[in-house]
């Protein structure tokens, strides 16, 4: 039995949020010797794979490299059934984590928060939940996910549907009976890309609405033998090491060359080898590939054909193929029969550049050129991302500044983890940082480990809080977007740059350099005994 609503101010610091990152800061914490508690919305922990149990659902980083590396015996006895696994054995793994490492005692369930406050004069932060209890502490650790709060997708009459709706973020526990039911889905991202397939062979028709196509490589998902997973085990501590001391955090090798290099002969049978390989290996054929524009056209259009080749209707393969961003620079989609899905019968594609929703009617979506009758409708229509469900709670600094309006105009951190005016703050894979372009185990992992770090060092020598300095925030605000600007990501209107979310000011997010940049430059700061931050006394 999980407890809920205690108010309990003993604590040093409190935790928002019980995905991979709130539950691995929790555990850091206790190894310190310091006192923590986490503060989770949902009725049980996995963040993320609490919450999305869509058909289809699975990671896209291979299982082996998404997971904790922090305990040994943990990675040797996990054992992963596929090598992309499905939500429920993530689910379950990371119950398995909070129950292995007794975290649950520290855990408290239902308690969505909705503010959180720093009181000056007593160097606390007071923190109000939708239980009505109050929680203090004088650390607080926003580990509240990226991807954690939908983007509403504001389309007219959504409301007036008669049949069922469903959000891929939050899909029923119970299973939903698509046998026989006309089902549209809406969102042609990750989560639409993976539910299709799945869904595609269980209703009687689907209709996908794409507003926008999106790049998609196979993944080639399928039982992990047991030699395979041997064969990392052997290696895990190199695999590891490798990851934290890469790009993107992950275990593939992130290639050498870059296309010029290559005589043209072999570039064709190079990108077929990376196509074969499956998955992220396709984000590294070339390592000009993000920042050269015609490099990136050979890619693209290598995936492009790729889909003409699978998808035997050619209007329909056009429209599948995209057009309007350079390959790589919105998050790649990895599937498994995406592009086949289109071959069935039961299965149409509405472009909806060609036909925009009108409105959802009482029988299903209505576009400029037809209503689709249906019986189900299914949104995966994405996230506000990276800064949602930090501008969802009212968080106050110092002097009652709220974060909400300190980022209207773009988000600004000091090293994604600090926030001036937020003295004892702290976000996990908040903007700033290289989270959302990472495996992001790997980069949860760095940035716990470095939080957990500087609260420890805060504590150890006395102080009473620290405190990100402005200029320090507003030099690495400008080192994120201009090292953004290197790139070709900024073409794209993704959600790295806030685009899906009309209202949401447009700035680059994550940190493009990789993750061992990253904590190179989060390691030289603690080492300069943290000398970009103000540390005040602590208060008798
Ligand atoms: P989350 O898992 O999002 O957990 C945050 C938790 O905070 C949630 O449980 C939420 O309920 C809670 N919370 C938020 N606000 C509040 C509040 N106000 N009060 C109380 N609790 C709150 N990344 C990869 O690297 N590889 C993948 O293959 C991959 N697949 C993904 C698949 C899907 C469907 C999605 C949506 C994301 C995927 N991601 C993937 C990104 C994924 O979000 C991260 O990998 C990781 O799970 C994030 O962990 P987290 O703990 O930081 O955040
Ligand atoms: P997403 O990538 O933002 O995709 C949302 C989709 O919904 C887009 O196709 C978007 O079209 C469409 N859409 C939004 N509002 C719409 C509207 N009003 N009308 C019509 N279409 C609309 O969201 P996501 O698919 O949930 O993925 C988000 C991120 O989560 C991913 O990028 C990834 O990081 C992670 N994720 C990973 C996996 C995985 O494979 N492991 C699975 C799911 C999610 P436009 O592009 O035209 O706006």
């Known amino acids: 039995m999980r407890k809920s609503e205690t108010n309990d101010s003993s604590v040093d610091v409190i935790i928002v949020g019980a995905g991979f990152a709130g539950m691995y800061m929790l555990y850091y914490l206790r190894k310190k010797g310091l006192k923590a508690r986490i503060l989770e919305a949902g009725d049980d922990v996995g963040g993320t794979w609490y919450w999305n149990r869509y058909p289809g659902a699975r990671c896209d980083v291979e299982s082996m490299a998404y997971s904790y590396s922090f305990d040994e015996e943990l990675q040797q006895e996990w054992n992963w059934s596929t090598k992309f696994s499905y939500q429920p054995e993530i689910l379950d793994y990371l119950k398995t984590v909070a129950d292995r490492f007794d975290l649950n005692q520290d855990i408290f369930l239902k308690s969505r928060v909705l503010s ?31 991807l954690s709060v939908p983007k509403n997708p504001k389309i007219d009459g959504l409301e007036r549907f008669e049949g069922e709706t469903f959000y891929t973020w939050n899909w029923p526990k119970e299973k939903v009976d698509l046998a026989g039911k006309r089902v549209g889905v809406i969102g042609t991202g990750s989560s639409g890309v993976q539910c299709i397939p799945v869904i595609a062979t269980d209703a009687s028709h689907l209709s996908v609405f794409q507003r926008t196509p999106n790049f998609s490589v196979p993944a080639f998902n399928r039982a992990l033998e047991k030699y395979e997973a041997d064969t990392v085990k052997k290696t895990y501590k190199q695999l590891r090491e490798k990851a934290r001391n890469s790009i993107a955090g992950d275990f593939p090798d992130e290639g050498t060359i870059t296309l010029g290099e290559l005589p043209i002969n072999l570039q064709r049978h190079h990108l077929e080898e990376s196509w074969k390989k499956g998955g992220f290996n396709m984000q590294y054929p070339f390592t ?22 699978i998808v035997k209707d050619p209007k329909t393969a056009e429209a599948l193929s995209p057009r309007n961003h350079p390959f790589g620079t919105k998050r790649m989609c990895v599937e498994d029969d995406y592009y086949q899905t289109f071959n069935r019968k039961n299965v149409s594609l509405i472009d909806l550049s060609a036909s925009p929703i009108e409105e959802i009617v009482s029988l299903g979506v209505k576009t400029t050129t037809k209503l689709h009758h249906l019986d189900i409708l299914v949104l995966a229509t994405g996230f506000d991302a990276m800064t949602g469900a930090l501008t969802a709670i009212d968080i106050r600094g ?26 004892n703050f702290f976000t996990v894979t908040g903007p700033g940082s290289p989270s959302v372009l990472c495996n992001m185990v790997s980069a949860i992992e760095q940035s716990v480990e470095w939080i957990g770090d500087c609260i420890k060092y805060v504590e150890e020598k006395g102080y009473g809080g620290i405190e990100a300095r402005r200029s320090a925030e507003n030099k690495w605000t400008a080192h994120v977007s201009d090292a953004a600007d290197q790139t070709l990501y900024p073409l794209a209107n993704s959600w790295y740059v806030g685009a899906n979310i009309s209202d949401k000011a447009r700035g680059f997010m994550p940190y493009v350099n990789g993750l061992k940049v990253y904590e190179e430059t989060c390691q030289r700061e603690a080492d300069a005994d943290y000398q970009n931050f103000t540390l005040t006394r602590k208060i008798q």
């Open 116 to 146: 959180a406050e720093y009181e000056e004069e007593v160097n606390i932060w007071r923190v109000r939940t939708d239980t009505g209890v109050e929680y203090s502490a004088k650390f607080c650790v926003m580990a509240t996910g990226c």
């Open 288 to 309: 000009d590939l993000l920042t050269d524009a015609k490099v990136n056209e050979v890619v693209g259009e290598f995936v492009r054909e790729k889909i003409r080749s």
């Open 398 to 423: 110092r002097g009652g500044v709220a974060l909400r309006d300190k980022w209207k105009n773009g988000a600004r951190t000091f090293l994604g983890m600090t926030i001036a005016e937020f003295p």
